[in-house]
């Protein structure tokens, strides 16, 4: 019970602060569903330009998992001195890459709208939000560093007060101001930047009497700097696998040249995204806690831990896929304006794809806490190549169907793409034989 209590304290916070996100991404959407005369136009205009910034914000996550796992098995053995160090070592990358994508924003935004076929209305939205990134990413630092400290409160505040502030200032900036979508891009740049200053006062307030002067000789060390970047390196490349199917999902949508299907395919993604940000509630508790036992040497309370978070992950996905399955139709009248000429052709198409939604749930359970796992107890190699092997059978799956079976190819694909992440995971592992060896 009381480790049961330990797992809900982190995993629950996390819940919430996750949840936020798709929520906002629901607001936003249901914005874009709302303004103007095209519907789905402006919903597929939205979707392609946050899948660019999905694109860049999955591919710089590394510093929130890469942080996190050290921290946390740093905090396990009682080095708060390295603790300090991990602060500064993040914080410092993340300054530097929010700098660079500024700096280059202009290549990196024509290029991605090449790739994407994006609009007008979807390049004014890059270049507007393209001023959120360097403070997204310094969130990845303060976050992967809170969480590797056992504290999802922090997140969970921010979170919420960057997606409320996010909501609220895309509802006037886009209505009030008649800005459309590049108001909710705006949004994006006043909530991020409010939520870097809150994270900044509450390290201030908390974390002051336990962090030790900033050593820049131990900070940029090489033996600990190299493990960091290793770390890092197997996580940009995974979650690089990650971007590629997630992109190529809505690339390849777009290309069906029928904007109520793209439409259809991104709001149903939403859904497995209010999912994904639920489930990784728990996947933070494993890695948080994983590290923590780690650094401890306390392999009794290892093992309960990576059994009861993969228990909470299945429990969690069930209640998920059965809210699908009584609640899809009120959901999309939350997406869609049912006064609108289309909106009873997207509500049409979504009941022939629905299925998967209920599906993926089920079957991706598991590979979330698995990456949890594998994060904190800084297997980050397994990660990678299980991620290798499944992005390869995603693609072979969508070009192999694609001529048989059309959009549910697409589904399929992500489906089975999602399923084998864990397994390859729980196999390299020898049955997570190879994480419990770390102990010893």
Request: proline share 3%.
């Amino acid at each position: 019970m009381k480790l049961n209590l330990e797992i809900l304290r982190i995993a629950l916070p996390n819940i919430i602060s996750n949840i936020t996100v798709p929520f906002m991404g629901i607001v936003s959407t249901a914005i874009a569903g709302h303004w103007g005369n095209d519907s789905a136009a402006t919903i597929g205009a939205l979707a392609i330009g946050v899948s660019i910034f999905n694109f860049i914000y999955w591919n710089c996550s590394f510093i929130r998992m890469g942080t996190s796992g050290l921290t946390a098995q740093a905090f396990g053995a009682g080095n708060f001195r390295e603790c300090t160090n991990m602060l500064a070592r993040a914080l410092t990358v993340a300054v530097v890459m929010g700098v660079v994508m500024v700096l280059i924003q202009y290549p990196v935004g024509e290029l991605a709208l090449w790739v994407m076929n994006g609009s007008e209305m979807t390049r004014d939205y890059f270049y507007a939000r393209i001023w959120a990134v360097p403070a997204g990413i310094l969130l990845f630092g303060f976050n992967g560093w809170f969480t590797g400290m056992q504290n999802a409160i922090f997140p969970m505040l921010t979170a919420i007060t960057v997606n409320t502030i996010h909501i609220l200032c895309s509802l006037w900036f886009a209505y009030r101001m008649d800005m459309g979508i590049v108001g909710i891009a705006y949004a994006s740049v006043t909530a991020q930047w409010i939520g870097v200053a809150l994270s900044t006062l509450l390290l201030l307030a908390k974390y002051r009497p336990i962090l030790t002067g900033i050593d820049w000789s131990e900070v940029l060390d090489f033996k600990p700097l190299k493990r960091f970047f290793i770390i890092n390196r197997d996580i940009i490349l995974r979650t690089f696998c990650i971007v590629a199917v997630y992109t190529f999902f809505t690339g390849a949508s777009a290309r069906m040249d029928d904007p109520a299907l793209l439409a259809v395919n991104t709001l149903l993604l939403q859904f497995f995204t209010l999912f994904s940000y639920g489930s990784d509630g728990f996947a933070y508790a494993a890695e948080a806690l994983t590290g923590r036992f780690i650094g401890a040497r306390d392999s009794v309370s290892l093992r309960k831990c990576l059994r009861k978070c993969i228990t909470w992950g299945i429990f969690l996905s069930v209640v998920y896929a059965g809210s699908y399955l009584v609640w899809w139709r009120d959901l999309m009248a939350e997406f869609v304006d049912p006064s609108m000429p289309n909106a009873g052709v997207i509500e049409e198409l979504a009941g022939r794809y629905i299925v998967w939604i209920i599906l993926i749930p089920i079957v991706s359970a598991v590979p979330f806490i698995m990456d949890g796992i594998m994060v904190g107890a800084s297997e980050t190699r397994v990660m990678r190549n299980s991620m290798f092997g499944a992005t390869a059978a995603y693609f072979a799956i969508y070009y192999a169907c694609s001529p048989l079976i059309g959009n549910n190819a697409l589904w399929l694909a992500f489906t089975l793409y999602m399923f084998l992440r864990g397994v390859i995971q729980f196999i390299i592992t020898r049955r997570l034989k190879t994480i419990y060896a770390k102990i010893a």
